[in-house]
């Protein structure tokens, strides 16, 4: 499996690879860059396998992700941070508080 290579399981989601990145910063850019017809495309297909995507994530247990395994915990965690944006706000441009690129992540 590629780097880049999502668990045979998972191959429908491939299509959104561009949202597994590996940071909270980068994830934070595309979500800012992504209009809301992109989030709610990601989420729609996301959303149904977010139960099997953790059991499958799971089976690891607490160790550190396996190379072969990051892509998909990426897209899990980019899933998780749009999901406000679709659910609740349901517009991209919605922000209460300080806009999101002023946070300053520590990875």
């Known amino acids: ?7 045979a399981e ?13 940071t909270e910063r980068e994830r934070t850019h595309r979500r800012l ?7 709610k495309a990601f989420y729609e297909a996301a959303m149904p396998q977010v139960e099997a995507i953790v059991d499958y994530l799971d089976k690891g247990g607490v160790q550190p992700v396996p190379e072969s395994n990051r892509p ?3 897209l899990a ?3 998780v ?3 406000n944006i679709v659910e609740l706000y349901k ?3 919605r922000f209460d508080g300080m806009h999101p690129s002023r946070f300053v992540s520590y990875e």
């Open 1 to 7: 499996m590629s780097a880049n290579a999502l668990p």
């Open 10 to 22: 998972f191959q429908l989601l491939t299509p959104y690879l561009a949202w597994a990145l590996p």
């Open 33 to 39: 860059n992504a209009s809301m017809e992109e989030m």
């Open 72 to 74: 998909l915990m990426n």
């Open 77 to 79: 965690l980019a899933l």
């Open 81 to 83: 941070e749009i999901s």
């Open 91 to 93: 517009r991209a441009d």
